[in-house]
């Protein structure tokens, strides 16, 4: 009788966290602390709120013991490939979604996390999700938020000029002439984004992709031209500031743009600067050409956990990643830093604590139902090497320091390059 008591008291113990990390099949059996690296880039407050993280970890796993080791972005980037290669990265590490494809074609430069589901609360993702972290057929990393460059617009400044959200690129352009009335451009946008939106803008016209599904070019240097020829209608309509500048809050303070292309997960910096101002800001729309058959626009993930390929504790170390992905007391430490969290637990923790930040909550809403017509971003695009080499060359030629075909040489030299 006393036996079946305990097992009565205990089953609903076991219903609970059937699927948690304190399942049978999760629990780390052991009576010696197994030590696990985490490696992540960022400033002061991301390691303070982390480091609060990773003592509530080691509290709910006393058998762990996490070794952090954190540097600033330029540091991360510069010395990840050697680190990896060397076998001396972190056993948990913070990657970029390019890097997948830089140190695992293969999918074998990092552990397949497939073989730790028993560790990972995979079902809080999609497979479309995880599938940006598959290099053939492994499971090499999971995202943690997702990215796209998208418009956002002070309202205010909108509303004063009569104006409203544009959804096609004739109406962007006819917003430019209203705006250029009032010596002002619609939007402050950096080199990066520049190339996103020139790129979306050929697609959706021309019916035809840029890159091939391997990251080779599909244009020749007479459709780069036509790119640039889009650039230069960019600068001359006063459609975008500054081509030299890049994206500038100064512009917006002194009353030049009513608008800005962001990444997703930056939109509040813009947001924030219109608020001080006395406006209200606004995500805009996904500029479409009506009847394209290509979007044009694309979409990756903000950053990844990944784990070393021949990580010696592979157990203790998903447990750490499904921390920092799925738990809800972290998730309310990280709240947006790295973007609004596709895991399902750590979105609702935010939602039902009032601490997602509406404007990043309606940017995910935007990907998420727009998700068949926004493609899978190939890491060539995002190459800065790239980037440079298109801006460069499309403000050579809209300066008249090259011709048309000598800047769209130049740039296709560029992709030849990287793509060796």
């Known amino acids: 009788m006393q036996k ?142 997702f990215n796209t460059a998208i418009p956002v617009f002070d309202m205010t400044e909108l509303k004063r000029n009569n104006l409203s959200l544009p959804s096609t690129w004739d109406e962007l352009f006819s917003m430019a002439k209203v705006l250029k009335q009032k010596d002002m451009h619609v939007f402050t946008i950096s080199k990066r984004h520049l190339f996103f939106l020139a790129l979306s803008w050929f697609e959706q016209n021309y019916s035809k992709k840029v890159f091939s599904e391997d990251g080779t070019l599909k244009v020749n240097t007479e459709e780069i031209g036509v790119i640039f020829d889009f650039v230069k209608s960019l600068v001359d309509e006063n459609v975008i500031y500054s081509i030299n500048e890049g994206f500038s809050l100064s512009a917006l303070r002194e009353k030049k743009v009513a608008g800005a292309v962001l990444w997703c997960n930056e939109t509040s910096i813009f947001i924030s600067e219109v608020e001080k101002l006395g406006g209200k800001a606004v995500l805009g729309n996904f500029i479409s050409t009506p009847g394209a058959k290509e979007s044009g626009w694309y979409l990756k993930p903000a950053s990844m956990y990944a784990i070393k390929k021949d990580c010696e504790n592979p157990k203790e170390a998903a447990l750490l990643v499904n921390y920092l992905m799925n738990n809800h007391d972290f998730a309310l430490l990280q709240k947006n830093d790295k973007g609004v969290p596709i895991s399902n637990r750590s979105l609702t923790a935010l939602m039902e604590s009032k601490r997602l930040e509406s404007m990043q909550y309606t940017a995910l809403m935007k990907i998420r139902f727009n998700s068949g017509s926004i493609n899978k971003m190939l890491p060539i695009m995002d190459d800065n090497d790239l980037i440079l080499g298109f801006a460069d060359n499309a403000f050579a030629y809209i300066n008249g320091d090259k011709s048309k075909e000598e800047a769209s040489k130049a740039f296709l030299e560029t992709i030849n390059l990287l793509a060796k």
Not at 21 to 48: I, N, P, T
């Open 4 to 145: 079946d008591k305990f097992l009565i008291a205990f089953l609903p113990f076991v219903m609970i966290f059937s699927f948690s990390l304190f399942s049978c099949s999760g629990k780390v059996e052991s009576s010696e602390k197994k030590e696990v690296r985490f490696s992540w880039w960022g400033k002061e407050d991301r390691a303070k709120y982390t480091q609060d993280g990773l003592t509530h970890f080691e509290s709910l796993y006393p058998s762990i013991k996490v070794k952090p080791e954190y540097t600033s972005w330029n540091d991360y980037e510069e010395n990840f490939g050697e680190r990896l290669l060397s076998g001396k990265c972190a056993d948990v590490m913070l990657i970029n979604f390019d890097w997948l494809y830089k140190y695992s074609p293969d999918g074998n430069g990092f552990y397949d996390m497939q073989e730790l589901s028993d560790y990972l609360e995979l079902y809080n993702f999609t497979l479309d999700d995880l599938s940006y972290g598959t290099m053939n057929g492994k499971l090499n990393a999971i995202p943690i938020a």
